[in-house]
């Protein structure tokens, strides 16, 4: 089956996508960059990350590759005039890129959206130098906590690890991320993790907002309908049930993630 973003790109996850810096979401990767390094971003979306990326290797250069050409308009319209700093819509399969390009090959929430994660992880192999790095992190979806409990969020987080799996993907790829790399065939792997936690109430209202606007409006809430995984009652549900957790005082989030850091012999 053809690949498929679980989440789609309604303004409710680029709204999540633009928030992202190479410090809240690549701080793994940061003391590995030298300043002349050359790096694929892959599924670099919007661009944030990337443009950071561009930032911290100014005599180097960057390039953001997504299969979505209309995130890659926006991408380019937002690169700031940043002359190391370009974008291309790509396929992370068949890079279109010789052997041994980039010292540094970066996918942040990607893999977890794959069918074939071992493979991609293969190609990012071939087109980094001898001595470079492969670097991934993505979220885990089991793993994910919250505070009060709430029935709404736990039938949240079931509708969407089902969604996820149903277009051919692993919403729990975090804890999977160090066993994809072994079959990938590397074999100097640094295995870490980190997470984002939600706790403020602006904080929550951002987080608990987006949330619940996906859960009705986006292409994860689109799936779920489509293939009877939710009603557009549970749906609703589950978005009052996001409302009720960012207005409670006490809400907390905790959202951890995987991460690799592979050495290319």
């Not at 003391?31 to 990326?53: E, K, M, Q, S, W």
């Not at 319209?77 to 396929?91: H, I, K």
């Not at 736990?154 to 969604?163: I, K």
């Amino acid at each position: 089956m053809p690949e498929v973003y679980t989440h789609g790109h309604h303004e409710s996850v680029l709204r999540s996508h633009k928030w992202r810096t190479a410090a809240n979401s690549a701080a793994y990767l940061l003391p590995h960059l030298a300043p002349d390094a050359r790096i694929l971003d892959v599924g670099c979306g919007p661009g944030t990350i990337t443009a950071d990326l561009a930032d911290l290797v100014p005599q180097g250069r960057v390039t953001g590759i997504d299969s979505a050409a209309e995130i890659i308009a926006q991408a380019a319209a937002a690169a700031g005039g940043r002359q190391n700093l370009d974008f291309a819509a790509g396929d992370v399969y068949a890079l279109d890129f010789p052997d041994a390009s980039f010292d540094v090959v970066h996918a942040h929430q990607v893999l977890q959206h794959l069918s074939d994660p071992v493979r991609a992880l293969r190609e990012m192999h071939r087109v980094t130098r001898p001595g470079g790095l492969v670097a991934a992190r993505d979220g885990d979806y089991a793993a994910m906590a919250w505070y009060p409990e709430s029935p709404a969020l736990d039938e949240w987080q079931a509708f969407y690890r089902a969604v996820a799996r149903s277009n051919g993907g692993e919403p729990d790829a975090g804890r999977r991320l160090y066993a994809w790399a072994r079959r990938a065939d590397f074999t100097d792997i640094i295995s870490s993790s980190s997470n984002w936690t939600f706790a403020t109430q602006a904080e929550r209202d951002w987080w608990g907002g987006l949330w619940a606007d996906r859960s009705v409006k986006s292409a994860i809430a689109q799936a779920a309908k489509e293939r009877g995984i939710a009603t557009p009652e549970a749906l609703e549900r589950i978005a009052a049930g996001w409302h009720a957790w960012a207005a409670d005082e006490d809400g907390w989030f905790l959202c951890p993630h995987g991460e690799i850091l592979c050495r290319v012999g």
